[in-house]
Every structure is written in structure tokens, then in C-alpha cells.
């Protein structure tokens, strides 16, 4: 499935979704509960101040202006309200810093998990994923689509129990006052009943189509920054321009719906907020003239009033929150519940210490399925033995299928025909980890981490010492060179090692592979990317790297096979030639053109 059919994988919000995230919440359930009950008592709090202001005004000012009481004992009486009311406020507001604190932090503590979930997924995902998922989708599911799920987990929960208490709370109270003048509020819940349904219906597409953008965006940045070489050797810079501006228009155009659809809502409440407040205004002011309604019930009616539409205010907020978090998790989810496609057998078989004996067994593979309309064989019916020890070099015009060969060693991808068996076991039959910690793997591109050549030569071995790297750098011949950098071993490579040249950066990569000590060695066009003059630097690197390991080079560069023990052509996904440098060249057939063609450049 590629990256935009993801896109539209899920249905709107439901509650199964809103379940898997709050699975991650649940690791931290006493946090969680405890400030759901601190906010609760928070909610309470504010619930009792209309009645305490109720019963200031009625027990001790109407009637002192009345002349019911003495006004030394109004003074009293009030003052002694203002007072718990001054303090209800105080231990409200204090409940609200410590819940928002607390719950910011909470909020942190989960997101963190569900980044490390994706990390961790990410890294299991089959090499085909990668093939066809865009990387900035990727970065967005971890980065943008994480900081849209923070409300949802910082305030949204606390915030919908509260609302439902105080909604309840203000009814109950409105309709212990006075039951008529109650029901003239609830009177507008149809009403507010219908907005929100419209409101829901229109919001969810838009914040979808708000999502989806924002990730083609992001893919888009993170495409042209890769590919920065080449879109600056093509001038391809105004042309990439206008498509971004265009997927810009397009973000702005859908989030301005988005804001347009909100913001339509809310005067909508507001303005039956208004018709709800003239009604107790108006029914209010007759029932006080009939004496069946106080003026501190009135007084605190108009407070229960903002108590009634500020939680329906709050809940459509939280439900505009929601639907951004449920737009950002279905892709979120969309990525944690892919599958991978290679996967390690039930019962994988022991593999021990690879000796190198790797054979393909008429290997036939696709990148794609036999039911797809495009499926084309890419390997047929490959088969060739290796011993332990041997250097086996793929060579071959460009497609032939060369690094198709290499990538089903370390299975990366399965087989559709056939078998490959390391040792006699089948690959399939062990597990990832016990295969790829005994592989290493050199690619023209020589990829380094941000850090220093020292920690980048350690990646395959975290546990070697100093000086077992640099003793294996010796070996290699690369310790001359790297020491000489800036800092020597210490020096900081950048990112994507920027702060070395091509030769430097397959010399670290040279060196990170003997010191891993893999038992089969994959060479992807490894000195391809440089110059003939550091070509022959790293060509004895080469020949001491391969010393004693099953490796397997793919080359363009034919001087980079002519020792090798066994020469593989292949052509169309076949291989159509076979033997020693010698026997192909005596033999006169593709390879000794090939190498007629490289003697003449």
C-alpha cells in the first residue's frame, strides 16, 4: 500500500481509535486517575460559588436593604461569604496550576512513548515498505502528527469529565431553584443538538484533508532537501517552487475551511447563549415580581447559565481537538499496525557461527505480486554455490538484477521461487538477528551518523575498545589517513558524514565492517563513487577486508574483480556466464566485451 492510499486507510474518529491511544496512557493510570479526580474536585469547587453568592444575597443584603436585619449583621454575614468565596478561588486556582502542570508533564511522558513505539516499528518494517513510503511521510507521523495528539493528552480528558460534571451539576442546581425558569435553558438543547451534528459532519472531512496535506508538505521538503544535488545540477529550483507553492495554496485553502467551519460554530452557541440569557433575564425578573423566584437565585441562575454553555463551549472545543488527534492518529496508527513483510519463523532453527557456504537454489524473485498488472521477474531461476572463504563479483549492465542478488542474501526481501540457504539452513528458517549480525554491508553511498569516526566505526560493534578499532584500521591500511584528520578518530563526521570527503567516508565505512567481523561481506559498487587515484587506496583496504569472508562485489569497475574466485554475469535477471577472470576473458563472450569496453575508457 503506498504512502497516500495510507492516507485514506481509516474511517473518521471512532471509539476503537480513541482506545489505542489511550492504551499508552494507561502505563500511567494512577497519574491519569488521580488528576481526573483532582480536576473533579475542582469542578465541584466552582459549582458551589453561585450558591454561596446566592445565599449572601438573599440571607444577609435583600434583607438588610429591607430592613429585615441590622446592617452590622449584613456586614458580618457577607463578609464572611466573600471570604470562603475568596478562598473557594484560591484552592480552584491552585487545583488548576497543579492539574495543568502535572498534566502537561503526563502528556509529555506518553507522547514520548508512542515516538519510541514508532522508532522501534520503523526499525522492523521490511526494506519494501521503504521502497514505497515517502521519507518525509515518515518524519511527519513522528513529528507533526505526535505534537497535534499533545491536547489530547494534556487537558482534553480532564477537561470532558469536568465538563460533563459541571453540565449535570448546573442543570441539577437550575432545576432545584426553579424548575420552570430551568426548563426555558434546556429548552435550547435541540437547538445546540443540531449545530453540532452539522459542525461534526463538516469538521472531520476538513481536518483529514488538513492532515493529509500537511505530510505531503513535509515529504515534499524532506525530498527536495535529499535530492538538493541534483535539483540544483537540473535548475530545477523554480519549477519545485511553484509545485510547493501550489501544495502551500492548497494547505492554506484547506486549513482556512477548517478555521471557517470552526469559527462558525461558535457564534452559532454564542448567539443561543444569548437567547437562553434573555429568557432568565426576562422569565426571571417576572417570576422575582410574583415572588416565586429570589434575586440571589437569579443571580445565581445567570452563573449556573455560564456554567451550562461554557462546558458545551468547552466540549465543542474538545471535539475540534479530537478530530485533529484523530486525523493525525489514523496515520499514526496507520503506520504502528503495518506489518512486516519479513518475518522470523515461529521455531527458527540455530544458526551458530556462519563458515560462508552460501548457495541460491533456482532463485526466482519480483518486487511486486504475481497478481499485480505490472509484474515482471527481476531474478529467474538464479543458482550458483559458494564456499566459505570465496569472493564471488556480480557483474552486469545497469538493471540486470546485481543488487537484487545482494539484498536476498541478508533477506531483505523473500524469495517468490526457489531458496537461498546459508550453511545448509534456509534463510527464512533463522532469525534476522542471528543472520544480519554476521553480514557486513558497503554501499557506494556510504552512509555515516551524525558523531565521531570513532562512533561510527563502532556502529556494528559497540562493545570494541579503542584500540582493537584502531588495530583493525591498521590491518586495513585506513589508520594513516584517519588519523591525520582534524581530531584523528575523535574528529565529528557531520551529518551524513559532510566533514569528510567521498574516500575518507568509505574508509570509515571499510573500517566499521572489519571491525564488526561479519562472516559474509557485501560490497554494493563500493569504490565506485570515487576517483581511480583513491580507488587504488581503497582497493588494498578491499583486498584486506574480504580476507577470510564469503564476499560477494558488485562492480562496474572491473579491475575490482580480477581475483575474485568466481565472476557471475548477469543479464536480464539471468546469469549467463560463469568462472574465473581468465575463463570469461578466454572465452570471449559479455564479460571479456565488458572488460574490452573498461581497458578502452
Do not use: C
Not at 579491475?559 to 535477471?573: E, F
Amino acid at each position: 500500500m503506498s504512502w497516500e492510499e495510507q492516507e485514506e486507510r481509516y474511517k473518521p474518529f471512532n471509539r476503537h481509535l480513541l482506545a489505542k491511544l489511550y492504551k499508552f496512557m494507561w502505563r500511567y493510570k494512577v497519574a491519569f486517575w488521580g488528576l481526573v479526580a483532582l480536576w473533579l474536585v475542582w469542578t465541584v469547587v466552582m459549582l458551589v460559588q453561585p450558591d454561596l453568592m446566592r445565599r449572601g444575597i438573599d440571607k444577609y443584603l435583600v434583607p438588610a436593604m429591607d430592613g429585615k436585619i441590622a446592617r452590622q449583621v449584613a456586614y458580618r454575614g457577607l463578609a464572611m461569604v466573600s471570604l470562603l468565596f475568596a478562598g473557594l478561588a484560591v484552592m480552584g486556582t491552585t487545583l488548576r496550576i497543579v492539574r495543568v502542570r502535572v498534566g502537561s508533564r503526563l502528556a509529555q511522558k506518553v507522547i514520548n512513548d508512542i515516538r519510541t513505539a514508532i522508532f522501534r516499528h520503523v526499525q522492523r518494517l521490511s526494506m519494501s515498505y521503504f521502497d514505497r513510503t515517502k521519507q518525509g511521510w515518515l518524519i511527519a507521523r513522528a513529528d507533526s502528527d505526535l505534537d497535534t495528539l499533545e491536547g489530547i493528552f494534556s487537558w482534553a480528558p480532564y477537561d470532558l469529565a469536568s465538563s460533563i460534571v459541571t453540565l449535570t451539576g448546573a442543570v441539577g442546581l437550575m432545576f432545584w431553584y426553579n424548575w420552570r425558569l430551568a426548563l426555558a435553558v434546556v429548552a435550547t438543547i435541540p437547538i445546540l443538538f443540531v449545530l453540532t451534528i452539522l459542525f461534526r459532519r463538516k469538521i472531520a472531512d476538513a481536518y483529514r484533508k488538513v492532515r493529509r496535506l500537511a505530510s505531503q508538505i513535509t515529504a515534499n521538503i524532506a525530498e527536495n532537501i535529499s535530492g538538493i544535488r541534483v535539483v540544483q545540477s537540473f535548475v530545477r529550483q523554480d519549477r519545485n517552487l511553484e509545485h510547493f507553492d501550489e501544495l502551500n495554496r492548497e494547505n492554506v485553502a484547506a486549513n482556512v475551511r477548517a478555521a471557517r467551519i470552526w469559527q462558525s460554530y461558535w457564534p452559532s452557541i454564542g448567539f443561543v447563549g444569548t437567547i437562553g440569557t434573555t429568557t432568565i433575564i426576562w422569565y426571571g425578573s417576572w417570576l422575582i415580581l410574583h415572588g416565586r423566584l429570589t434575586v440571589g437565585e437569579l443571580m445565581a441562575f445567570m452563573f449556573y447559565l455560564g456554567m451550562f454553555f461554557g462546558p458545551i463551549h468547552q466540549m465543542g472545543r474538545l471535539y475540534n481537538t479530537l478530530m485533529a488527534s484523530m486525523a493525525a492518529s489514523e496515520r499514526i496508527f496507520g503506520l504502528l499496525e503495518t506489518e512486516p513483510e519479513i518475518v522470523d519463523p515461529v521455531e527458527p532453527l540455530d544458526l551458530g557461527r556462519i563458515e560462508g557456504s552460501v548457495v541460491f537454489d533456482h532463485v526466482s524473485f519480483a518486487y511486486n505480486s504475481p497478481s499485480d498488472e505490472e509484474f515482471k521477474w527481476v531474478l529467474k531461476d538464479i543458482s550458483f554455490t559458494t564456499r566459505p572463504g570465496e569472493t564471488i563479483a556480480l557483474v552486469g549492465p545497469t538493471g540486470a538484477g546485481k543488487t537484487t542478488v545482494i539484498s536476498l542474501i541478508p533477506r531483505f526481501y523473500d524469495v517468490q521461487e526457489g531458496r537461498i540457504t546459508i550453511d545448509g539452513r534456509d534463510v527464512r528458517q533463522v532469525t534476522q538477528k542471528a543472520l544480519h549480525s554476521q553480514m557486513g554491508l558497503v554501499l557506494q553511498e556510504s552512509f555515516l551518523f551524525s558523531g565521531t569516526v570513532m562512533e561510527n566505526i563502532k556502529y556494528g560493534r559497540p562493545e570494541a575498545t579503542d584500540d582493537q578499532v584502531k588495530e583493525a584500521s591498521r590491518t586495513l591500511g585506513s589508520y594513516d589517513i584517519l588519523s591525520r584528520l582534524a581530531d584523528g578518530f575523535a574528529t565529528e563526521v557531520g551529518e551524513r558524514g559532510e566533514n569528510l570527503s567521498q574516500g575518507q567516508r568509505q574508509l570509515v565505512s571499510f573500517t566499521r565492517a572489519i571491525v564488526a567481523d561479519p562472516r559474509v561481506l557485501i560490497l554494493d559498487e563500493a569504490t565506485a563513487a570515487v576517483d581511480v587515484e583513491t580507488e587504488m587506496t581503497l582497493q588494498y583496504a578491499l583486498d584486506r577486508l574480504i580476507e577470510r569472508r564469503t564476499s560477494f562485489v558488485v562492480a562496474h569497475r572491473l579491475s575490482t574483480v580480477r581475483n575474485a574466485d568466481q565472476v557471475l554475469v548477469i543479464q536480464d535477471g539471468r546469469i549467463t556466464e560463469r568462472g574465473t577472470h581468465r575463463e570469461l576473458l578466454a572465452a570471449g563472450g559479455a564479460y571479456a566485451a565488458m572488460y574490452a569496453e573498461f581497458i578502452k575508457a
